[in-house]
C-alpha cells in the first residue's frame, strides 16, 4: 500500500468560503487560491491537502498549475489511500453499476468525477476499452487504471484516445496508443436499442461511439412507425437507426464525414434496413438549407450538432447558432411532425437551449410544444455538484 506520508499545503484565499468544497464540489479554480511562489512552482500531478483560510482541512486534491481548474478533489479524507487501491475500489464500484443497469458489454464505464474519477473516461466495447485521461492525475495514474481493467474484466485491447478538448485545457498531448492488448482492426458491431451501431476504435470521433443518447434513440424509435424521417449531424447514424428499429420507412442521414456516414451504411446494413438509409454529405447547415430550397418534407427531423457553445466565452454566439438551427430545421416538420433539437454544450443550461429553440421555432412561422426531455442514460451518472457533467439535453418538439 502507498500512502503520502506528509502533503504540501494550498489554501484558499481569504474571501473564498469553503462552503462549496464542503458540500462537494470537486474542482478549485485557480482564482480561488492563495497562489504565492511555493504553490505556483507544485508539479503538475502532486497530492497536496487543500485547507480553507483558517488553516482547516478540506480535502486532499490533485493539482495542475498549467489549468484554471488547479485542484481536483480526490478524497475528503487527509492521509488515505490515494493509489491503485483507491482506483480499483472506485472502477468495481462503476463496474457493479453498470453491471447492474446493462445486460450487454457496451456502454460508458466511467465518467469522471461522477464516478469519483477526476477527468476520466472509459467506454467499454464488449472486450476493448477506450480511456480518455483528461486530466493530469487520469493520465499520472494511466498505468494503474490499466491494470485495474486488465483484472477486473481481462480485455482484449485498451486504447488510450487523447482526443479531447479537456487534455488541452490541461496542459496535455494529443498522442493516442494501445496501451494493452490489441486493438481491433475493422469496425466494432456494438447494438443498441435493436440496432447495430458501427464503432471505429481507432480513428472515430472520441471513443468510437456515443453512448450517451441511447435513451433518446430507443424514445424516438417508439413515434417511428411509417414515419420519413431526417437525422442532420448524424454521426454513425444514431438517431436514424434507432427509427428504421421502430418502423420509419425512410430515413436520410447528414453528416460532413464521410467515414462517419460509411459507418452509418453499415450499421444499417448490419441492422437489415440498408436499402431504407440515403446518405447526403455536406455541412448540416447548408444541407438544411438547400433541403429548405427544395420545399422538402420530413414526418421527424432531428439535428444532434456538435457542441455550439463548448465554454461561457462562446455562449452567446452558441446559442445564437442553436436559434438559427431550429428555424431552418422546423421548416422541414410536416405538420403534425417531430422536431428533435439536441445539445451538449455543458456552457449552455437547459432554459437558455429552450429559450434559444423555442425563438428560433417561432421565427420560423411555426407553433410548438415540448413532449419530451431527454439527457443522456444511466451510463453517463452526473456529479451533483457539477453541471458540466449533465452537458446532454433533446427536446422533442411536436410542431
Known amino acids: 500500500m502507498v500512502r503520502e506520508e506528509k502533503h ?5 484565499k481569504p474571501k473564498v468560503s469553503p462552503a462549496k468544497i464542503l458540500d462537494g464540489f ?11 511562489r511555493r504553490t505556483k512552482q507544485l508539479t503538475s500531478g502532486k497530492i497536496v491537502e487543500l485547507q480553507d483560510n483558517d488553516r482547516n482541512f478540506l480535502a486532499t486534491v490533485v493539482v495542475n498549475p498549467k489549468s484554471k481548474i488547479f485542484a481536483r478533489v480526490i478524497t475528503k479524507t487527509a492521509n488515505k489511500i490515494i493509489g491503485s ?52 492525475w487520469s493520465e499520472n495514474n494511466l498505468e494503474a487504471i490499466t491494470d485495474t481493467l486488465v483484472e477486473l474484466f481481462n480485455p482484449e485491447g485498451i486504447i488510450k484516445n487523447a482526443n479531447s478538448r479537456a487534455r488541452t485545457l490541461e496542459g496535455l498531448d494529443d498522442f493516442s496508443l494501445l496501451i494493452h492488448g490489441s486493438a481491433p482492426t475493422t469496425p466494432l458491431k456494438v ?62 442521414v447528414v453528416d460532413a464525414s464521410q467515414a462517419a456516414l460509411d459507418l452509418a451504411e453499415q450499421g444499417a446494413k448490419a441492422s437489415g434496413f440498408k436499402s431504407a438509409l440515403s446518405i447526403i454529405k455536406g455541412d448540416g447547415f447548408n444541407t438544411l438549407k438547400c433541403l429548405k430550397n427544395a420545399e422538402k418534407k420530413f414526418d421527424i427531423v432531428i439535428c444532434d450538432p456538435p457542441a455550439f457553445a463548448p465554454s461561457k466565452q ?33 456552457a449552455a443550461s437547459l432554459s437558455k437551449f429552450r429559450e434559444s429553440c423555442i425563438r428560433g421555432i417561432n421565427s420560423s412561422g411555426r407553433r410548438a410544444s415540448i413532449i419530451f426531455t431527454g439527457f443522456a442514460g444511466p451510463d453517463h451518472p452526473v456529479h451533483p455538484m457539477l453541471s458540466e457533467n449533465g452537458y446532454l439535453k433533446s427536446l422533442f418538439f411536436s410542431l
Not at 480499483?88 to 466511467?110: G, H, N, Q, T, W
Not at 422546423?330 to 403534425?336: D, I, M, Q, S, T
Open 85 to 136: 487501491e483507491l482506483i480499483f475500489k472506485r472502477v468495481s464500484a462503476a463496474k457493479a453499476l453498470r453491471e447492474s443497469i446493462f445486460k450487454d458489454p457496451y456502454y460508458r464505464l466511467v465518467n469522471s468525477e461522477a464516478d469519483q474519477m477526476p477527468g476520466t473516461i472509459i467506454d467499454r466495447f464488449g472486450g476493448f476499452f477506450v480511456i480518455q485521461p483528461n486530466s493530469v
Open 314 to 346: 462562446t455562449l452567446s454566439s452558441g446559442l445564437r447558432a442553436y436559434e438559427r438551427l431550429a428555424k431552418t430545421s422546423a421548416c422541414l416538420v410536416n405538420e403534425g411532425g417531430i422536431l428533435v433539437l439536441c445539445s451538449c454544450s455543458h
Open 191 to 252: 447494438p443498441m436499442n435493436g440496432a447495430i451501431y458501427m464503432a471505429d476504435l481507432n480513428h472515430g470521433q472520441k471513443t468510437g461511439l456515443f453512448y450517451d443518447q441511447r435513451q433518446n434513440h430507443a424514445f424516438l424509435s417508439s413515434m417511428s412507425q411509417n414515419k420519413t424521417v431526417l437525422d442532420v449531424f448524424s454521426h454513425v447514424g444514431g438517431f436514424a437507426l434507432a427509427a428504421l428499429v421502430g418502423g420509419a420507412v425512410e430515413a436520410t
Open 26 to 36: 470537486p474542482w478549485v479554480y485557480d482564482n480561488e487560491l492563495i497562489l504565492d
Open 8 to 12: 504540501s499545503i494550498i489554501r484558499l
